[in-house]
């Protein structure tokens, strides 16, 4: 079962344009709030009508602007988990998951899903009795009821606390590897957007370059939206050309020109306070140290450049004020884009 999707829809601020083609997999929309990856979502099931373009699910047209197709939402079997979960606040949890069943006829599997959802002796409850992983886990099984071709996930853990999070995180694993048909799951949180999906789309003002390997996208971003979003911590601009050196005027320092970049992006963890071999040598004083559970973050000021170096370290042998040198290797610098 597929998705496929190419729309456009102005929004306040910029235009959503995406175009994207999924078969059988779970795909990740990753982005940052406002970006365009709900209305992505609501447009898909049917609840807002794009300006244009074609969507179609599993080989069926549910939307065409050119010939005029724009089916209801109940005839788009498609299932959509909401942030708030939209339970029935004056029915009980059997029959939430009894109002999905019955749009299929398949009330059989009522108890099956309450077994599996690990809702047993919840059944007679309403949804204000209920914890927040109960509800999402109502939510879900209503939504499994409905036998949908494809499953939209619109941030369903954002409501949650961390140690709940990792729970139904896990049970949502399994439900996804259940699921025989395509599910789109929309987020800011790029941990939870690898670990649940096989690739993902970053989505920056209404715009996407389109669904890249997961693996692929964090060991080579190639725009500055997914280098910030995958959670590189100096991206900075490339300035002018000379000798086939692009010179980065943020570090004071030259880089090896590369066709069509205009920005380059470095993890905080890639800098050393001691020489490497052909390394970059990048010095300034220390401006801020803070300091984490695991890792040390140090914030430089470059002495030839005008904006500030973020380093992730172990150990930082430095104090605020003190003149230091970092080295960065080449290897360890990728050029985006755009």
């Known amino acids: 079962m597929s998705i496929y999707l190419d729309i456009e829809k102005k929004l306040d601020g910029f235009t959503l344009r995406i175009q994207l083609n999924a078969d059988n997999i779970p795909i990740a929309l990753l982005g940052a709030s406002g970006s365009g990856k709900s ?23 549910v939307f065409d602007s050119e010939q005029h197709i724009n089916l209801k939402p109940q005839k788009r079997q498609v299932g959509f988990l909401f942030q708030n979960y939209a339970l029935f606040q004056t029915m009980t949890v059997r029959q939430n998951i ?7 006829g398949r009330t059989d599997k009522i108890q099956s899903l ?12 309403l949804p204000s009795e209920l914890s927040g992983g109960q509800q999402q886990r109502v939510a879900l099984a209503r939504i499994l009821a409905s036998e949908p071709r494809v499953l939209l996930l619109d941030e369903p853990f954002s409501a949650l606390d961390t140690f709940l999070r990792w729970q139904l995180e896990q049970q949502m694993f399994d439900v996804l590897q259940q699921f025989s048909g395509t599910v789109m799951l929309v987020s800011h949180n790029r941990e939870e957007a690898y670990r649940l999906c096989e690739k993902i789309a970053v989505l920056n003002n209404g715009f996407t370059t389109g669904l890249r390997e997961k693996q692929a996208l964090f060991t080579h971003p190639s725009t500055k939206a997914e280098a910030y979003l995958i959670g590189i911590e100096n991206v900075v601009d490339i300035g002018t050309i000379q000798d086939n050196n692009f010179n980065i005027p943020a570090w004071g320092i030259c880089v090896k020109a590369h066709d069509s970049a205009v920005a380059i992006a470095v993890s905080g963890k890639s800098f050393c306070s001691e020489r490497i071999e052909n390394g970059i040598p990048i010095s300034g004083v220390v401006a801020q140290i803070l300091e984490g559970p695991n890792d040390i973050i140090v914030l430089v000021t470059p002495s030839k450049g005008n904006g500030l170096l973020h380093w992730t370290t172990t150990q930082a042998n430095c104090v605020v004020g003190q003149t230091i040198t970092l080295w960065l290797s080449p290897n360890h610098i990728h050029y985006l884009a755009e």
Do not use: S, W
Not at 39 to 61: Q, S, V, Y
Not at 114 to 125: A, P, S, Y
């Open 39 to 61: 209305m992505t979502l609501r447009c898909i099931a049917g609840i807002e009508r794009p300006d244009r373009g074609k969507i179609i699910i599993d080989g069926k047209t």
């Open 98 to 104: 009894l109002c999905g069943a019955r749009r299929t």
């Open 114 to 125: 309450i077994e599996q959802f690990k809702l047993v002796g919840l059944e007679n409850r």
